[in-house]
Structures are given as C-alpha cells and as structure tokens.
C-alpha cells in the first residue's frame, strides 16, 4: 500500500482502509491481516491493527511485521 507522497497526510489510505473495512463486513470477512514494512505498522495501529510475531525480511523488499485486525 502506498500513496504518491504529493498526497500523503490527506487521508487517502485511511479512505482506502476504511473501504476495505466495509467491504469486509459486506462480505462477512472478520480477518485482515497483512506484511507491513518495518517502516509502517504505526500507520497501521492507528487505524485498529496491530502487530503479531517478530520482525522477518522478504527478500528483494526488507524488513516486516504482520499486522492483523478482527473487523466487526
Ligand atoms: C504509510 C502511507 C501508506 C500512509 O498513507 P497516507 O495517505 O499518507 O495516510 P493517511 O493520510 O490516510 O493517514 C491516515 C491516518 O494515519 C495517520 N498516519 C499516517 N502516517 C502515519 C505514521 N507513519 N504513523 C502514525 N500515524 C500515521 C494520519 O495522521 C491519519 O490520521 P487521522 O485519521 O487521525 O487523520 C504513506 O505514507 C506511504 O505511501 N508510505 C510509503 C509506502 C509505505 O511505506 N507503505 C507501507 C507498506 S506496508
């Protein structure tokens, strides 16, 4: 996930976030996890996730935790 950094601050993600949210719920889906880079989980907590485990790399891309949210 990424916003082009002209726009960023602007609350897009947190729409996009937010959408998938209500797409979830549409869909009965109560699970979200994703990999999120090292550099991102703050953006992530404060939008109801949190993380899970330790800190792994993925080749070729770096660092990251997975994060996870039960949507209700
Ligand atoms: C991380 C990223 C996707 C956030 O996108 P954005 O469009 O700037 O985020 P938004 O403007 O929608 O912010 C949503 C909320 O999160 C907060 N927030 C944004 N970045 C944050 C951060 N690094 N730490 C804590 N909070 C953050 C905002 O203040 C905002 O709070 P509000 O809802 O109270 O107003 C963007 O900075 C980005 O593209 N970064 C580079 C790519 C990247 O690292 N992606 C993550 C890969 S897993």
Redesign the pocket.
Known sequence: ???IPD?????????LLHACFDHMRAKEASLLWCN??V??P??YK??GLQTIGPEFDIEGIGPHYVMWKAVV
Do not use: C, I, S
């Open positions: 996930m990424a916003t726009v960023r601050g602007q609350g897009h993600d947190r729409d999120a880079r550099v991102a703050d953006f404060h939008l």
